[in-house]
């Protein structure tokens, strides 16, 4: 609803309407209007009209109220929490942030026609990253380099930050060189600290990205050496540990968020059967849509519950 635009109350009187029924929504609903600057009433009538009240309307020339045939509550007519939507792209970090700040378990994902594409939970976040044990899983998701960056504080020495790592694993270079080239394979990303040797070797092992931990001053050989080799250089001002700890926050919420089979309602649905479903599902928070299937905001079951004691 705009800013401009007045909420709709419709006047009724009860079913199979005789012409003081009808007479009296029309009559309550100019009052109002006359008294009211907040909401448009309008007179509706909740059956067909008889003889007479035809005769009466006719006679004084007063429009015929529409009929309806459903009075029950829409979940339009109930408070829906406008959570925006998000980019499939947008990092598990912000993600998070995002939840936090605005206190909510879930977040809509859409494209960029506005459509609904999956929903992201504090529990799928959680599940990242306490279940996942793969070193190849940041290649897995497409990761784009924009992400580790912000994830990581870190600044870009050579590379492209849209890009995405799409191979190897993630492995920490903590051993001496002689040892490390044993295990680095083409295009790993490799976390490390401030030693040139260990830069060297990672380099010429076809490392794929290589983040250096600890904000340290990268000697413009290796810059130079990760130019010609195509590598991806970061420096990040956290330590080797933290950097490893982190860094899988920086994964794009689209390999972890749920998009088959969502339970979504629309606009012009009615609360009660909203209601009756809503209690045989395990999720808090629904997506609601509107006449073009596209995202609007999220309902809960506590909507649903505060409508019910103050009716």
Known sequence: ???????????????????????????????????????????????????????????????????????????????????PGVSDQLSLKRAWEMMRDMNVPTLPITDGEGYLAGLITTQDIT???????????????????????????????????EACFTEGKVMVGSANPEIMEEYIDDHDLVIMGNRYEAQICALEANAGC??????PKISRTIVKMASERNCTLITTPYDTYTTARLINQSMPIRYFMRHNRLMTFELEEFVEGVRDIMSKERHRYFPILDENSKYVGMISRRNLLNMKKSS
């Not at 309550?28 to 035809?54: F, I, M, V, W």
């Not at 996942?132 to 600044?155: E, F």
């Not at 290589?210 to 904000?215: D, S």
């Open 1 to 83: 609803m705009g800013l401009d635009e007045k909420r709709k109350v419709w006047v009724v009187g009860h079913k199979n309407p005789d012409t003081d029924s009808v007479c009296s929504a029309i009559a309550y609903a100019y009052l109002k209007n006359q008294t009211s600057d907040g909401e448009e009433y309008e007179p509706k009538r909740a059956g067909e009209l008889n003889e007479e009240t035809k005769y009466v309307l006719e006679f004084f020339g007063a429009e015929v109220p529409a009929m309806i045939t459903d009075v029950g509550a829409q979940v339009k007519d109930i408070e829906i929490r406008r959570t």
């Open 127 to 161: 599940t990242s990253y306490m279940d996942i044990y793969d070193n190849y899983i940041l290649s897995r998701a497409q990761t784009q380099y924009k992400n580790i960056l912000d994830t990581l504080d870190g600044t870009l020495l050579y590379g492209n930050a």
């Open 210 to 215: 290589i983040v250096v931990a600890g904000a």
